[in-house]
């Protein structure tokens, strides 16, 4: 599909939806798609050194096998 049919679909949708919610929801995802931020940046710097932290541990192989984590929190054998 060529992009001049992929836009006369989309408009073709727009034009056809009368539901704002479903509007609203498109424009938002249509200006996340846009958006050239990295999800990293909209982390705390907590959150950041939360996962650089994980990261470290899982590459030195300190982790937990799910099969553990799920007998220990679940009780699940």
């Known amino acids: 599909m060529s992009v001049t049919e992929l836009k006369n679909s989309l408009t073709e949708l727009i034009n056809t939806t009368d539901d704002a919610d479903t509007l609203e929801q498109m424009i938002a995802f249509y200006r996340q798609l846009r958006n050239d931020d990295d999800w990293w940046d909209e982390l705390s710097t907590e959150q950041q050194a939360l996962i650089k932290n994980g990261s470290s541990q899982a ?7 799910k099969e553990h984590v799920r007998e220990a929190v679940f009780r699940i054998p």
Do not use: F
């Open 59 to 65: 590459a030195e192989g300190q982790i937990v096998s």
